[in-house]
């Protein structure tokens, strides 16, 4: 069974840092591309950024641009989203999300609250 | 900056036929977008109900359909049922790595 398992979130202040990791299980990871897509309370979905299987190819949304990085470890079966200068609008639940057959995202995480407050 | 545009919201009756659409601010949606659709209930993760256009994900009820309608990407639900009242998000895949959410359709069924 896919399992998509995020961790790292929390309260952090303006300006702060924090680093989101996606655990992956139940296929290989090594061959899907990723990503991480987020929703802000009350609000639409948003992708963030995409990750190649191997890392040779990464995107991020405009939004958060020179802000945060991608970055996944095929050895530890984990991708990670470490996000810099964090304002009061990123706040949102992360989600980590596979990429399957036809570029859909086939296999979603729970999702991890990540809350940008002073 | 493109946009991806979705009726903010729409109803219908019980056992009725809806059609949700997914167009673009600049030019029309096609095949060559890879549109996907997604139903999202309160606290839960998106899950998908169609992807390239017209593909119905695994255990998808054929009850749901999708299409390209003139240059949108559409979403047919034909005998609506109480349980699809549901937030609906179309996704279109850009190209290079890149995609893009639609701003989500909240479907009422009464």
């Known amino acids: 069974e896919v399992q998509l398992v995020e961790s790292g979130g929390g309260l952090v202040k303006p300006g702060g840092s924090l680093r989101l990791s996606c655990a992956a299980s139940?296929?290989?990871?090594?061959?899907?591309?990723m990503n991480w897509v987020r929703q802000a309370p009350g609000k639409g979905l948003e992708w963030v950024s995409s990750?190649?299987?191997?890392?040779?190819?990464?995107q991020y949304g405009d939004s958060v641009k020179g802000r945060f990085t991608i970055s996944r470890d095929n050895d530890k079966n984990s991708m990670y989203l470490q996000m810099n200068y964090l304002r009061v609008e990123d706040t949102a639940v992360y989600h980590c999300?596979?990429?399957?057959?036809?570029?859909?995202?086939?296999?979603w995480g729970q999702g991890i609250l990540v809350t940008v407050s002073a | 900056h493109t946009v991806v545009t979705q009726e903010p919201s729409f109803s219908v009756s019980p056992g009725g036929t809806v059609t949700l659409t997914c167009g673009l601010t600049?030019?029309?949606?096609?095949?060559?977008?890879?549109p996907s659709w997604y139903q999202q209930t309160p606290d839960q993760p998106p899950r998908t109900l169609i992807y390239?256009?017209?593909i119905r994900a695994s255990g998808v009820p054929d009850r749901f359909s999708g299409s390209i309608v003139g240059d949108k990407a559409a979403l047919t639900i034909t005998g609506a049922q109480a349980d699809d009242e549901s937030d609906y998000y179309c996704?279109?895949?850009?190209?290079?790595?890149?995609?893009?959410f639609g701003g989500g359709t909240k479907l009422t069924v009464l």
């Open positions: 999300a596979r990429v399957g057959l036809g570029t859909r995202f086939d296999h």
């Open positions: 600049s030019g029309s949606v096609s095949t060559t977008y890879y």
């Open positions: 139940g296929f290989t990871f090594n061959t899907y591309s």
């Open positions: 996704l279109l895949y850009m190209g290079s790595g890149i995609w893009v």
């Open positions: 990750i190649s299987s191997s890392s040779s190819y990464i």
């Open positions: 390239s256009t017209n």
